[in-house]
C-alpha cells in the first residue's frame, strides 16, 4: 500500500514481461535500466549492484531474487523503487538456483523491508507465485508486490473458520504483547485450529509473532474463527478472556493517562543546564559516574555441525531458556509484581514461534552451523517486526533479541554477552543504546543508581522495569548521549527526564539535598503506614483499600490498610466465563472477610456496563454505555444477578462475616428505596443480621440531592473516577481528554461538598473510593471536605497517611475551603502545600 502522497514503489513500466536476459549480470543490467529510466537511481547504481552479488547472496529462494545496490551508495538512490524482470525460461543465479522474478530493488530507509516483507508472504503462496513466471499482464505483479496483506489464491479473500467471532479491538493500546499472549495460551489449549482474521489479514491464533504482526490497534475490526471438534468451547472461552482483558487494559491506560497529566514536579538545578534532555521515564533524582555500555555487536561464528548435533543442541537451548526465563518470571514476580513478571512469560512465548524456529532450521539445512542459523532467525525476525512501524512491535523486537540473546548463551556459553558483568564500584548512571528488559530487571540499584538510554520509549518493557525498581530513568536521550564521556559525574532526573554533566558544587548540593529529603520521606512513610491516619490536632481518618480478592488482602494490610472500602465484585464475573453462583460468591465473600479479620468490608454490588462489559451476560449494545444500563439501573432490571449476590452476601453475614453492602451508580431516591426492599426481604428468608447499605455518589445528581438519598443510605462513598466523567462531561476513557479529566475540579471538589452536607443531616458517613482518594494531596484535601474513610489501592496507602499525619484538620478545613473558591483545577493544584 502506498501514501498517496509519495509515488509507488512498483509501477507496471517498471515490469518488463517475458524476458531473456543472457546472464545474471544481464538480468541485473536490464533491471538496472528500468530502475534509471524510472528516476529511481542514477545510472551507476548498477554497477553497485554488480558488486554486492560478489559480497552477499541476493537468491531469496523459490525462483525469487532481488539484486539491490551496495549500502554504501544509498546516495545513488534518488527515490525507492522496484523494478522486475519476468524470466519465464528462468536465469541461473547462483549454481543449481534458477530465478523467474527478478526484483531489483532501490531503497532509502526502510522498504527495503517492506519489499522484502511482501515477498516473503508471496513465496508461501508457491501456486500464485508460479502464476507470476508466466502471467502476460503487468497488473499481476504490480499488484502482488503492492499488497501488505498476505497473498491468496485468485486474489480471494481471506476465510474464516467454520466457528465465527467479530470483535473491534477495546485495548487501549492496541494488542501488545502481555494480552496477546494470554490469547495465545488460551487457543494453544484448545485443539481447534484457531485464527484472527483482520482485513485481508490472517494470523494463527497460536502463534504470537504472528498475532503481534497484525500490528492490531484500538479501533480494528477482527474475526476470531475456529475449526475442530472443540471450536465453539475455543471461541468462548478466547471471547471471555478477550473482554476481561479489556477491563484491566482500560484502567491501565486511565493510569497511564493519569501519570502523564500529572505537573511534572521535581527538581531544578539552580545553575547546570541539562546536556541531554530525552523523555522521562523513571521519576527520581540520581547523582554518579557515568558509565557507557559499549553496545555488545558480537560476532557469532558460523560453524557448520551435523545436521543432528545441530538440532538436539538447538532444542536442549530452548529447552534450558525457557527453564531460566519460567525462574526469572517467578523471581521477577516475587520481586517486583506480577505484572513485570508478565514480560518474561511473553518472552518465553516468542520461543514457540514456528517461523522463528523453522528458519533457523533451514539456515542449518543450508549448511550454517546452530548458533549463526539461530542469531540470524532473530535478528531477521526483529528486523521485521521493527519494519512494521509500530511502536508495540518494535518493543517486541527488542524482546526478541533479549531471549535470542540467552538462546544463544545456552547453545555457546562463550556467546552470551554479557554487557552489565564490568560495572564499576561506584555507584553509576548507565548509558546505553538500548538496555534489555533481563538486564533491566537485574540490575543492582545500588550500583547503577540511574538509567539513560538513546533509544527506546517510556512504555518499553525497560522503562516499566526501571520504574518497578525505583531506578531514575530517561529514554529516547538520542545519539548525543552516547558522546558523553565515560566517567564524567552526572545528575539523573527521572522525572523531567534530564542529564545534567559536570555540575557545579552547588548543583550537586541542591541534588544531595533533594535526594536525602526524598529518602527521609519515603523512610517516614515506611515507618508510618502501619500507624493510623491521625492528623497532630487528634483526627482520624479511617483508610482502606480497593481489593477485589481474598488473596490479595494480606497484600493490602502489609501496606497499612485498616479494612476494605471497595471490593468491586463485577470482578468475579469479568475473570471467568460464566457467572459465578451464588455458593461460589458466598465463598469468595466469606473468604475475604476472614482474611480481613473483622476488619470493615465494603463490597460493592455488581457494578457492570459502561467500561466493564460482561461478555457471557450478552447485554444489549448501547450507544452510549457510560449513559445506559449500568450499575444500580442494570440491577434492578436483572434480579437473577442481584438476588443471588444478595443471598451470597447476607449467608456471609450470617455465618460472621462483617460487611456492608454498596450499591453502584445510584441517581435517585427510588433506586435505593426498591433495592433496600429487596435486601430487607432476603434478609427475612435467610434469617441474617442486618449490614449497613450503602450508595456510591458518583453521579452529579446524587451528590445533589445527598440529604435527601441520606435518609435511606447508611453511608456514602464517593466514585471520584466516575463522579468527575459525569461532573466535567468527559469521557474517563478519552485519552486525549485525560489532562483535563481532574478531579481536583473546583466543580467535583463542591459536588463532594454538598454530599458531606448532605450526609451529615442525616448523621452518615462519607468515604471516597476512587482515584483521588489515593493521591496524597486529593487526600489531604478530601479530609478538610469532611470525608471520614478513603479506599485506595494498597500501594498508595503509605504516601497518603504520611500526608494526614503531617498535618492538621483545622489547616485542612481552610485549605478545603480555599480549594472550594477556586476558578481551576490548577489553582487548587497550586495551594499543594499551603496546609503545611
Ligand atoms: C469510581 O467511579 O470512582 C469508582 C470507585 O468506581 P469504578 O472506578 O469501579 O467505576
Ligand atoms: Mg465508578
Avoid at 28 to 57: F, H, K, T, W
Avoid at 302 to 317: F, I, K, N, W
Avoid at 808 to 824: F, K
Wanted: charged share 20%; hydrophobic share 45%; glycine share 8%.
Amino acid at each position: 500500500m502506498t501514501n498517496g502522497s509519495e509515488p509507488a514503489l512498483l509501477a507496471r513500466e517498471l515490469v518488463l514481461l517475458r524476458a531473456k536476459p543472457g546472464s545474471k549480470e544481464d538480468a541485473i543490467r536490464q533491471a538496472a535500466q528500468m530502475l534509471v529510466a524510472g528516476g529511481c537511481v542514477d545510472a551507476a547504481y548498477a554497477d553497485s549492484m554488480v558488486r554486492r552479488e560478489a559480497v552477499a547472496n541476493t537468491f531469496l529462494g523459490e525462483g525469487v531474487a532481488i539484486p539491490h545496490g551496495m549500502g554504501e551508495d544509498r546516495h545513488l538512490v534518488h527515490r525507492s523503487g522496484i523494478a522486475v524482470l519476468q524470466v519465464p525460461g528462468g536465469v541461473e543465479w547462483n549454481p543449481g538456483q534458477h530465478a523467474h522474478l527478478v526484483v531489483a530493488i532501490a531503497a532509502q530507509s526502510d522498504a527495503h523491508i517492506t519489499v522484502l516483507r511482501r515477498l516473503t508472504r508471496l513465496i508461501q503462496d508457491r501456486s500464485r507465485l508460479v502464476s507470476l513466471f508466466v502471467t502476460d499482464r503487468e497488473q499481476d505483479i504490480v499488484g502482488a508486490l503492492s499488497e501488505d496483506t498476505p497473498a491468496q489464491a485468485g486474489g480471494k479473500p481471506a476465510a474464516d473458520l467454520a466457528e465465527r467471532y467479530e470483535w473491534t479491538v477495546a485495548y487501549p493500546a492496541g494488542l501488545h504483547a502481555r494480552p496477546a499472549t494470554r490469547w495465545v495460551e488460551i487457543a494453544r489449549s484448545y485443539a481447534s485450529r484457531v485464527q484472527v482474521r483482520a482485513g485481508n489479514q490472517l494470523a494463527d491464533a497460536k502463534n504470537l509473532v504472528a498475532l503481534l504482526g497484525l500490528g492490531l490497534r484500538a479501533g480494528d475490526s477482527i474475526v476470531l474463527s475456529a475449526d475442530g471438534h472443540d471450536a465453539a468451547a475455543a471461541l468462548a472461552r478466547l471471547k471471555t478472556v478477550i473482554n476481561s482483558l479489556t477491563a484491566q487494559e482500560k484502567a491501565d491506560a486511565e493510569l497511564a493517562a493519569r501519570r502523564r497529566a500529572m505537573p511534572a514536579q521535581g527538581w531544578k538545578a539552580p545553575e547546570a543546564q541539562p546536556a541531554v534532555v530525552g523523555i522521562g521515564a523513571s521519576p527520581g533524582l540520581a547523582i554518579g559516574t557515568v558509565h557507557k555500555l559499549s553496545a555488545s555487536e558480537g560476532v557469532v561464528p558460523d560453524q557448520p555441525v551435523s545436521l543432528s548435533d545441530g538440532g538436539a543442541l538447538l532444542h536442549e537451548a530452548l529447552r534450558a531458556t525457557r527453564l531460566q526465563l519460567k525462574a526469572i518470571e517467578d523471581d521477577t514476580g516475587r520481586r517486583l509484581g506480577a505484572g513485570d513478571a508478565g514480560i518474561f512469560r511473553a518472552q518465553a512465548e516468542l520461543l514457540n514461534d514456528t517461523d522463528l524456529i523453522t528458519l533457523t532450521c533451514q539456515l542449518m539445512v543450508e549448511g550454517h552451523g546452530v548458533a549463526w542459523a539461530w542469531n540470524q532467525a532473530v535478528e531477521r525476525m526483529a528486523a521485521k517486526l521493527a519494519a512494521l512501524g509500530n511502536a508495540v512491535l518494535a518493543g517486541r523486537a527488542a524482546d526478541l533479541r533479549d531471549v535470542g540473546r540467552r538462546v544463544l548463551g545456552h547453545i555457546d556459553p562463550t556467546l552470551t554477552g554479557g554487557t552489565l558483568e564490568q560495572l564499576p564500584d561506584a555507584p553509576c548512571i548507565l548509558i546505553a543504546t538500548d538496555l534489555s528488559p533481563s538486564d533491566t530487571a537485574n540490575l543492582d540499584p545500588q550500583r547503577v543508581v540511574g538509567l539513560a538510554t538513546a533509544h527506546g520509549g517510556p512504555t518499553s518493557h525497560t522503562a516499566i522495569l526501571s520504574r518497578t525498581l525505583g531506578v531514575p530513568a530517561l529514554v529516547a536521550g538520542g545519539a548525543g548521549l552516547l558522546d558523553v564521556a565515560e566517567g564524567a559525574t552526572a545528575i539523573i532526573d527521572g522525572q523531567s527526564g534530564c542529564l545534567y554533566l559536570n555540575p557545579s558544587a552547588a548543583d550537586l548540593d541542591a541534588a544531595r539535598a533533594y535526594i536525602d529529603e526524598q529518602q527521609k520521606a519515603r523512610a517516614r512513610e515506611a515507618e508510618q503506614r502501619s500507624q493510623p491516619a491521625t492528623t497532630r490536632d487528634g483526627h482520624r481518618v479511617d483508610i482502606a483499600a480497593n481489593v477485589n480478592l481474598p488473596d490479595q488482602v494480606s497484600l493490602a494490610l502489609s501496606q497499612g490498610a485498616e479494612g476494605v472500602g471497595l471490593m468491586r465484585t463485577e470482578f468475579l464475573f469479568l475473570e471467568r466465563g460464566s457467572t459465578p453462583s451464588e455458593d461460589e460468591q458466598y465463598e469468595t465473600y466469606l473468604a475475604m472477610a476472614r482474611a480481613l479479620d473483622e476488619r470493615p468490608l465494603i463490597v460493592r454490588a455488581l457494578d457492570i456496563g459502561g467500561d466493564k462489559q460482561v461478555a457471557h451476560l450478552e447485554l444489549p449494545h448501547e450507544d452510549n454505555p457510560f449513559l445506559g444500563v449500568r450499575g444500580a439501573r442494570l440491577l434492578l432490571r436483572r434480579a437473577d444477578l442481584l438476588e443471588p449476590q444478595l443471598r451470597a452476601l447476607y449467608r456471609a453475614a450470617k455465618a460472621g462475616a462483617q460487611l456492608s453492602i454498596m450499591f453502584p451508580m445510584i441517581t435517585s431516591v427510588p433506586e435505593i428505596v426498591s433495592l433496600r426492599e429487596t435486601c430487607a426481604r432476603i434478609r427475612t428468608e435467610l434469617d441474617a443480621p442486618e449490614v449497613p447499605l450503602g450508595i456510591m455518589i458518583e453521579v452529579p445528581a446524587a451528590a445533589i440531592q445527598a440529604d435527601a438519598l441520606a435518609r435511606h443510605a447508611d453511608f456514602f462513598s464517593v466514585g471520584t473516577n466516575d463522579l468527575t466523567q459525569y461532573a466535567l462531561a468527559i469521557d474517563r476513557q478519552n485519552p486525549e481528554l485525560a489532562g483535563e479529566a481532574d478531579s481536583l475540579h473546583p466543580a467535583v471538589l463542591r459536588l463532594i461538598r454538598m454530599t458531606v452536607e448532605g450526609a451529615e443531616r442525616h448523621g452518615r458517613w462519607v468515604g471516597v473510593c476512587g482515584g483521588l482518594a489515593g493521591d496524597a494531596y486529593g487526600a489531604a484535601l478530601l479530609t478538610g471536605l469532611g470525608v471520614h474513610e478513603l479506599s485506595m489501592t494498597p500501594r498508595d496507602i503509605p504516601a497518603v497517611k504520611a500526608r494526614l499525619r503531617g498535618t492538621e484538620l483545622t489547616a485542612l478545613r481552610a485549605l478545603a475551603q480555599r480549594a472550594l473558591d477556586c476558578e481551576t483545577a490548577a489553582q487548587v493544584r497550586a495551594l499543594d502545600g499551603a496546609d503545611a
